[in-house]
Nanobody, 118 residues
Framework: VQLQASGGGLVQTGGSLRLSCATSGFAFDDYAIGWFRQAPGKEREFVAAINWSGSRTHYARSVEGRFTISRVNGKNEVYLQMNNLSPDDTAVYYC????????????WGQGTQVTVSS
């Protein structure tokens, strides 16, 4: 199971970024995917999640209405569209796969840095 997050970068306040999580080595449809982030000096926190089919999503209150998670099962990819970014969104963003049949089977990908300047 491999996940690779990409799409991070430097953006000004109010700007947008689209993160991608490319996956390989597993049956993508068997996994729910989540995005998490970790700011300097802070614990990793939940951002958004999507179920195996893409029919259900869940967001942290801090990003609801600004971020959108989606997936394309045919491409084994998950996306996080981030709009109206603020400096508080600055963090390393990680994607995580959770096996829907084995909840303790969790795999993290490498992160991608998002920096929002004021």
């Amino acid at each position: 199971v491999q996940l690779q997050a990409s799409g991070g970068g430097l953006v000004q306040t109010g700007g947008s970024l689209r993160l991608s999580c490319a996956t390989s080595g597993f049956a993508f449809d068997d996994y729910a995917i989540g995005w998490f982030r970790q700011a300097p000096g802070k614990e990793r926190e939940f951002v958004a999640a999507i179920n195996w089919s893409g029919s259900r999503t869940h967001y942290a209150r801090s990003v609801e209405g600004r971020f959108t998670i989606s997936r394309v099962n045919g491409k084994n990819e998950v996306y996080l569209q981030m709009n109206n970014l603020s400096p508080d969104d600055t963090a390393v963003y990680y994607c995580r796969a959770t096996n829907i049949y084995k909840g303790d089977e969790v795999t993290w990908g490498q992160g991608t840095q998002v920096t929002v300047s004021s």
